[in-house]
Every structure is written in C-alpha cells, then in structure tokens.
DNA sequence: TCAAAAGTGTTATCCTTACACCCATGT
DNA sequence: ACATGGGTGTAAGGATAACACTTTTGA
C-alpha cells in the first residue's frame, strides 16, 4: 500500500544587487495541476515560489546535475557555486499529498549567483529577501516590526501557556530566538525564528496549511506584518538557506560568486552585510579581509563611487586552498613522534 | 520511462567509549536481495555496512521519525540527538540500479548516543571509527601510515598527471587535503581526504565500483593499508558524518550526548578527542570549557580514577539556549535606533 | 566649498598559546 | 615513596572592539 514518491529539487538561488540580498521567484501557478485539489482551491497565481524541478531518476546522473540542468533550461541561468541545503519530506508538506497526490520528498540547494546574468523567463522575478522575513534586517537598528508587532505576539503566546512550567519554558524561547530580554541576537538563527512564527501561527503558511488539514477552505493569501508570505514549505526553505549563508559567512568566503571579478572593499562589505543582515564595523572589517587573506590589489581604481575613488581588488584564488585561520576552534597540541 | 524511486535513511550512529569513537554497524547480506545480481556477486557477508532502513512514504510522517522508528525497531536504541547529514542520490550508487534495480536516495542522518544503551540485533556491532578511516587519528601524533603508504601513493598519482598543469593542480590539492608539503592538517577534511583516495582508486570501494561498471567480477573486499571498506557508498557517509562532527565541535556542545549525565573533565576531554582525532592541551580545554560555559560542578567526586580523585560535573541545561560566543565572526556593530 | 565615500592610526582589553609546577589518591 | 592522573599560575603575543581622524573625488 506504499504510495508513490516523487523527488524534487528546489533552488535557492540568491544574489547581492543595490546593496540588497535577492532571490529567484517564480510564479506558483506554473506548476500547478492535480485536478481533484485545484478544483477546491484555485492556485494563487500571484504567490511566490522558490524555482522547482523534478528529478528524471532514469536519465539524471547525480542531484546537483539534475538540478544545473533544469535551472539552465528554465532560465538561462548557469550556476556556478551550489550546495545541498536540506531534504524536506514532512507527510503533507505538499497539500495535494491529501488529494491523491504523491509523497513529495524535495532535496534542497543553495546557488550564489550574480544579478547580472541573464535569464529568459518571464514568470521569474527577483525579490528582496528581507519582504519575506521583515525582521531579519538589523543593518540600520533593531526593526520597530519586532516591538511593534512581533514581540507582542510571542508575548501573548506565552501567556496562554497553561502552566507556569510551560509559560516559563516559552519565555525561554522566545527570548533566545529573537534576542528579547537580555538575551542578543543571534542573525543566523533565521530557522528558529520563522518556525517560532510558523508555530504560533501568525506565519500566513500556518493558517493555510491549518485550513488544509481540516480541509476547509484556506483564507486568501496575504501579505501581513510577519512577512510575505510563500506556497507551500518554500518559506520554510529560504530560511534555511539564509541561516547557512550568515553561519557560513563568518568562516567561508561565499561572496566570492555574487561580486563582479574586481570589486572595492565598500561593495565588498555591503553584500556582507545585506546577507548578514547587520552593519559592520569598516575599519574592523577591512582588517578581518585582510587577515583572512581574501583580496588582493589590482592597480586599479573605481571612480565611479560618488566620492573619493575607491581601489579595486580581486579575490585570491586559492584562499579556497588556504587552512582554518588559527585561533578559531580547540587547543591543540600534537605531539612530534620520535622514531 | 522514468526508473522508480526508492528513499533510503541511513543512519550514522556514534559513540565513544574506552576513549575510542565508535560506530555501529550491520551486516550487509541482512539486506541484500535483488536475484539477477546476487548470482553474479554474491554477497560479502562479513562487509560492514551502516544500519539502513527504507521510508515508507504512505506511513512515515517525517524522515526524521520514520528513521527513529526503525532504529528502535532493528536494534532498541532510542535516538537521542539526531541531525539530518546529507542525501546521496548519484545514480549506482547501488550497483543493483544496474541489474534493474530502482535509484536509491539515500538521505543519511547522524545520531549521537552513550554505547551503554541496550540494543538487541544479533549481527550488530560497534566498530572503531579509525579501522575505516586509519590517517584521520592523530592523538598521537601523525599517523605513520601516512608517511609510510598514502604519501607515496598520492605522490605516484601527482606524477601521472599529463601535464604540468595538471601535475601542480594535483599536488596543490593533496597538498591542503593531507596536510603535506608546509600545510597544516585540517581534521574536518574527512570528505575530502576519502574522496581523493577513492579518485585515485587506492579506497577499495573505487576498484569494486569500476568492476561493477564495467560488468565484471570485482575482487575479493578486503582490508588494505587504506582502511577497513565499506559496502556500497557506505564510507562516504561515514566520512561525511565524521567531517560534520569534527567540524560543529569547535562551536557547538556535541558532546552532551555521548556522556554520562555525570563526568570528569578529562573524560569529557578524551571524548572530544577521540572524535577530533586530534591531542589537546589540558589547561587550554579545561579554559574553553569554562568559557563557553558548557558545564557546572556538582559537589560529586570519582574516586575511580586510578590517581587523584576529580571533581564530577554535569552539562548547564541552558547551553544550548544560549549564544555565540563573542570574538568569532564578523566585526558586527549595532547602532542604535532614536526615536 | 561641501557632501560623500575612501581610507588610516591608536589604544585598552581580552583571548590564545605556551610554558612549568603542585595536589591527592592507590599500591 | 612513587606512579598516576587531577588540577593550577602566569606571562608573551596576538586578535578584537572601540575610539576619531585624514584624504580624495564630483557637484
């Protein structure tokens, strides 16, 4: 009695342009089509959807080649950096599970692109990730979103705990996820926070998929102040892939792929920050570049800049061949072997 | 025509015991059914493979759950701390594909446990991480084996190049991925260091795999200097597993659960280095501990330690609700908002 | 001349790394 | 008493975090 399965293959793809991080968008209707469940629920053609494509398990040699393929022919877009993410399979994370539909399994990856590239489909569009997660952008100060409208959510929830042992236990949690309290932010834990959100149900998914599950009819999709909303689990996605990007940003240097070949130190710390999602120190910034050995200068200069002309430089080619920098980890200490 | 799917979880599951880091494995034959190619190759019944159990996309809700469901159900354990690897979907990666077998997916989760637990499957055993991987120990030093056969090995390979650009290629890369030359070593390179020796085809999972592509008949498995092989890409997994490990116990608490809920601070150094592989600095460690606030002292002695008696701790509960530790990352500075 | 952005110097403080040494128990 | 493992002090060097300041362009 084992249902069918299908693998998928989702495509985070994420670029820095204007000083802002963005990502591929298609629209939702494209791949819309199980009878039985579109006849309850129109497909919202104006929903937002991460790039999808399924798996030939007869003809693709490997996931990730699967996936450059179809993102090629979908968009004309060739991906250079990528990297699995994540496999989601919850039972019903796709509706039409509960109408007939097969079990869907979709593998995850993350792709850095440049804007720049050109890609030829029509439906595609690039949005700011920060419209999906309004409170994740800390560049210019803690978001009023949080105090004005989040906080007071998670509040509430504490308070309907129904036991002092529970209520205390959520405020645990709500402090730690977003920073309330004494507690700090942490920018990577971009997972937590919207599973925090999706849990007590003021993430727009969260009702939809509320509204599946007893079969009712779901409310229209909206826009509302915990962010914009996506089809299915692709919200969910997003953030996974922007908590790996801001963990990995402290150790690897992903930038490399979403910067033009020769770039200033300023464009280099703003695609840090748009992803990051918090401002950096310049000075200090430039000695952690420096330290890491990840540029190096051309002659060159960039007069383009609305101020004094800034030096271009380039990536070091084998900073990608280069150790952990010392000081970041366990005191080791191995031993010579005398023979 | 597209092939059928079939959705594997391999579970990796770790303990330490005796200052050794310690996997279990499963006999492979338990598992191997698929008539057409068990005539031809016959099954290695002493071969180790990593427990593996099928989804059942009607039944299952999670992966994640479907996984613990049958570790339970194959060996006892209750899974504790348990994080999702990686999904391995090349296509052969079960030689079976090629005798009309479906594509396997294998999504590989990684499970932490005390070896103490019960568990009850006859063929079952704990196995040393380091049969399988013998360069990756360096608590006492470097390994001589490398030095002594793997060196040599990769050197021949480096002089096989075509050319001079491919023969500098190589050497740059088995110098970061042994540590050779002036590199240091970097211990989470496990993936790394398995996938070259498998390229070069000195792992004896490359000879196996090449004879199943070319539909011959694969020698013997056996144990050479290049450790202890595995079934399938069963290796891979592990290396992976061991790579992530090595790699999150700098910055997370991993070791929560491969402990009992009382320990010495010197067990809790052995068991970080007998998953790092690596010596530690006593003072050092005992220093990071107590920054990272990782546990706290109960009045409790041990009186069976064979010299002085130590001090008996527990883990803080709240650890893991905390945050990162400052000094690792980015220059982050927060302006304030007024208003 | 002034706004805008590039780029530099200099501290106090904390963390890392590396030493060498003392303590409490069982045999 | 001595082997065994537990536990401590301290100082040099380096990295971080926080200051404020100078330089070069275009409008």
């Known amino acids: 009695m084992s249902t069918q399965v299908e693998i998928g293959l989702n495509a985070v793809i994420i ?21 039985a469940y579109d006849q309850l629920r129109p497909p919202p053609s104006t929903l937002n959807a991460i790039p999808f494509g399924p798996l030939d398990p007869s003809a693709d040699r490997t996931l990730e080649l699967a996936l450059r393929g179809w ?11 990528v990297e699995q993410l994540y496999t989601f399979g919850d039972r019903n994370r796709d509706p039409r599970e509960r109408y007939g539909g097969k079990r869907s399994i979709s593998v995850a990856y993350l792709a850095l692109v440049q804007e720049n590239e050109t890609f030829d489909i029509a439906q595609a569009r690039w949005r700011n990730i920060y419209d999906f997660f309004p409170w994740e952008d800390w560049r210019t100060g803690a978001p009023e979103i949080i105090q004005a409208v989040i906080a007071p959510a998670l509040e509430a929830w504490v308070e309907q705990g129904v036991s002092q042992k529970v209520r205390r236990q959520r405020r645990e949690r709500i402090d730690m996820t977003f920073g309330l309290g004494d507690a700090g932010w942490d920018n990577y834990r ?9 849990e007590i149900e003021v993430a727009f998914e969260a009702q939809w998929d509320r509204a599946c599950q007893q079969k009712t009819l779901p409310p229209p999709h909206q826009h509302n102040h915990f962010g914009c909303p996506m089809i299915l689990d692709h919200r969910r996605i997003l953030a996974a892939a922007l908590g790996r990007i801001r963990g990995k940003l402290k150790y690897r240097p992903l930038v490399f792929d979403l910067l033009p070949s ?39 200069m960039d007069t383009q800049t609305g101020g ?13 061949t280069e150790h952990q920098s010392p000081g970041v980890g366990l005191p080791v200490t191995i031993p010579q072997k005398n023979t």
Do not use: I
């Not at 670029?15 to 009878?35: G, H, Y």
């Not at 993102?71 to 950096?81: C, I, M, R, S």
């Not at 971009?190 to 999706?198: I, S």
């Not at 004094?308 to 990608?320: C, G, M």
């Open 15 to 35: 670029a820095v342009t204007d000083k802002e991080p963005r990502l591929l968008t298609v629209n939702w209707d494209r791949q819309f089509s199980l009878e």
């Open 71 to 81: 993102v090629k022919k979908q968009t004309g877009l060739e991906l250079d950096y």
């Open 308 to 320: 004094r002309p800034a030096a271009l430089f380039r990536f070091r080619r084998d900073v990608l």
């Open 262 to 300: 020769l770039f200033t130190l300023s464009q280099l710390q703003h695609v840090v920050e748009a992803l990051a999602g918090l401002p950096l120190h310049k000075q200090n910034f430039r000695r952690f570049v420096e330290k890491a050995g990840l540029v190096e200068s051309t002659g060159q």
């Open 190 to 198: 971009v997972l937590d926070r919207y599973e925090l959100l999706y």
